[in-house]
């Protein structure tokens, strides 16, 4: 009977462990549209097909789709929050709510089917809601037909038409768009200007447009030799039988779909070796219609330099936090600042070098950070912004060959800013909810960076970098949420994080330790540390003596079970774990206290310390 006991149990725990590794699951989309764009009253009408995929277990009797052009409509919700937020986006303001009738954005759903069957659908403001005669059952693959017509808002945020520079299209949120659902159940969020949530899926897109019009999307272009405009191969000279082109784009296993047009674009390309192929579209003769010719001339250099900076920054990324997985990525003049999207990226053109290469490496990270590691950057917007401004800083200090010490000081100095301001919101709050524009933006951006620059320095160098690529390889094309990532550095690491994942995007405790006191002999020193602030966090104390030579005193915290490996040749002596509880350290150096040059707290940079003031042993004296 015992052994009939064990075999039961080994089964269930077999069956349970099989579950668990095969629980993940995600949506899957296909989308086949057909466009055919009104250029003079920016206008589109458009039909789709949409396979949907349901992966989940559940039964779903609702469907949601983002009808995101009609948040440029006076009254609608980006509008008010625009106009009430106290710290409003100065792109935005109250631009909507003056918005005519020719310049705002809608989406008309002229006609929608549910495999072959009208639905009943209610348009709430940019949410599409469809109540479905059948339900979608687990594994099913079922199909929607629509009909719709949009109107292409003037450009206020992100996408739209006629830009400051004098784009015709930025073309992004621009299509009826199946909303996602996954563990935590459908994300109809209303768009209010923030971040997205979106479905894998491929797309078949075909975009009828004026002849004279170049456009650059998401995808691989499929009819070159029909379209022109540089796209076509050597030789083969190309001529229009009507007013008209078409043309047609596929992409796999992606977010979603953008792009942008202009008569007066041109195309360049490069090719990232054993990488993707860069597209480049921008207004060559005039980058902004309201530069001046030397101005223009000063642009127009940037952009043709542009294509080897970020040859090097593809190569910098692939090798140092993952290989991009699509062949094409697209750079295009357009939007109203910088914006990521699959393959792709529209930005705006009138910039310096600098500021032109440093928009072009963060969106081209996002590509790594959302539009491949697809977080649900509603939830999540520090991974999304976060990790991409660490990946960032470090690839601009690499390409400009700045050598800096420490190239992740600007987030962490707008960490800092935000953390004294008493409005800091925890990393946890949805992006759509923070109370002020400057709170988002320093906790997704700057806080987000730091996040992973202070993993870093608790795990060690080297095994951070081993985790941050093997992030890349567990979870590209795939959600993970936020615990995916701490548990992923855990496993590499060996150590328990779950306490600085939870004080650091939970809440909104800071870090601020001090050299309370050293006191000592002709034999010995003893240094006392407090922690002054809430969060704890490990310990290195770096001492130099009077001789030159160096040690570092390493103090792991108790609930971390584990160290980390020595970072250089440094000699390093680790000391007694110290309890969070302990509101104080003490040590002894085994050396008499004239002996010692100087005594500091992570002189790397990498702990978000707010006060770095007491962090050096002798005191550095403040001038008046």
Known sequence: MRKLICLFLSIILFTVSKAQSTSYWQQEVDYTMVIDVDTEKHRLKGSQILAYTNNSPDELRRVYYHLYFNAFQPGSMMDVRSRTIQDPDGRVRDRILYLGEDDIGYHNILSLKHDGEDVEFTVEGTILVVELNEVIKPGATTTFEMEFESQVPEQVRRSGKQNAEGVEFSMSQWYPKLAEYDYRGWHPNPYVGREFHGVFGDFDVKIMIDNDYLVGATGILQNPNEIGHGYQDDGVEVSYDSDKITYHFVAENVLDFFWGADPDFVHTTAQVPNGPKLHFFYQADQVSVR??????????????????????????????????????????????????????????????????????????????????????????????????????????????????????????????????????????????????????????????????????????????????????????????????????????????????????????????????????????????????????????????????????????????????????????????????????????????????????????????????????????????
Not at 520 to 547: K, W
């Open 291 to 624: 530069a001046t010719e030397e101005e223009n001339e000063n642009y127009r250099s940037y952009w043709e330099q542009l294509p080897e900076y970020l040859v090097g920054a593809f190569e910098y990324a692939n090798e140092h936090f993952g290989e991009y997985p699509y062949p094409q990525y697209t750079t295009i003049q357009g939007g109203d600042g910088g914006m990521e999207y699959p393959m792709g990226t529209l930005i705006t053109g009138a910039r310096s070098l600098g500021s032109l290469v440093g928009v072009s490496v963060h969106e081209m990270y996002h590509s790594w950070y959302q539009n491949v590691i697809a977080t649900n950057e509603a939830l999540y917007p520090w991974i999304d912004e976060g990790f991409t401004s660490y990946a960032s800083a470090e690839t601009m200090d690499h390409l400009f060959e700045r050598e800096s010490d420490f190239p992740y000081s600007g987030s962490y100095n707008g960490y800092y800013a935000v953390a004294r301001s008493g409005v800091e919101e925890p990393m946890s709050t949805h992006a759509d909810h923070y109370n002020t524009n400057f709170a988002y933006g320093r906790a997704s951006y700057s806080k987000g960076a730091v996040y992973l620059g202070q993993l870093d320095y608790i795990i060690g160098h080297e095994t951070f970098r081993r985790a941050i690529k093997e992030l890349h390889n567990q979870w590209k094309l795939k959600h993970p949420t936020d615990l995916d990532v701490i548990r992923l550095m855990e496993k590499e690491s060996g150590m328990v994080l779950d306490w600085y994942h939870e004080y650091f995007v939970s809440t909104t405790k800071t870090i601020d330790y001090s050299i309370k006191s050293v006191e000592g002999n002709e034999e010995s020193t003893t240094v006392v540390l407090e922690r002054v602030s809430l969060m704890p966090m490990p310990l290195d104390i770096h001492v130099t003596y009077e001789d030159g030579s160096e040690e570092i005193f390493y103090i792991p915290l108790r609930i971390m079970r584990g160290e980390k490996p020595a970072e250089n040749d440094t000699k390093r002596t680790i000391l007694e774990d110290w309890q969070w509880v302990n509101p104080s350290y003490t040590f002894e150096i085994p050396i008499s206290m004239d002996s010692i040059s100087s005594i500091a707290i992570d002189p790397s940079q990498r702990l978000a310390d707010i006060d770095k003031s007491n962090n050096i042993y002798p005191a550095v004296q403040q001038e008046d």
